[in-house]
């Protein structure tokens, strides 16, 4: 029997991420996203639908996702489906259905998130003479050009 979980998605955070520990001390991180769809009906109305996803992040990657990103962040979550079930409190059968990040690319401008949760303009590396990923080069100088355009 053949299977296949990969889950792609590129949306924004719908709330800060809040980041825990498990009594292991393994870090811990949900990222609540939006994940919009546009599409046209049959008379050619637009449309938007909305769908939103926990995406659940974990170790060195969940501290940096809560380090970084924000309220509004854009991302793009690469991973698998996960379901989990557990009793709660009233003593309910619950169950979820949701994404174990094993990647995520942040999507827009580099920052670090203050105490007042407003993000500076340009952050700096953490260990100095780190430079820039390729990544961030290609986003910085293609915004560059769009901007000139």
């Keep these: 029997m053949a299977s296949y979980n990969k889950v792609l998605l590129m949306g924004n955070l719908t709330k800060d991420p809040e980041l825990r520990y498990t009594p292991q001390g393994t870090a811990v991180v949900n990222l609540r996203l939006a994940v919009n769809r546009k599409y046209r009906t049959k008379e050619q109305e637009l449309k938007e639908e909305v769908c939103f996803i926990t995406a659940v992040v ?29 009793e709660d409190n009233a003593g309910a059968k619950r169950s979820v259905i949701e994404v174990r990040a094993e990647r995520v690319q942040f999507m827009g401008a580099p920052g670090v998130k203050t ?9 700096q590396s953490e260990q100095p003479g780190n430079e820039p990923s390729s990544e961030l080069t290609w986003l910085a100088e293609s915004e560059e050009e769009a901007n000139e355009s």
């Design 58 to 86: 974990w170790n060195k990657q969940a501290e940096t996702c809560n380090q970084y990103l924000h309220k509004g962040s854009a991302v793009f979550v690469e991973g698998r489906l996960q379901s989990r079930s557990w």
């Design 115 to 123: 105490q007042s949760g407003q993000q500076p303009v340009q952050a």
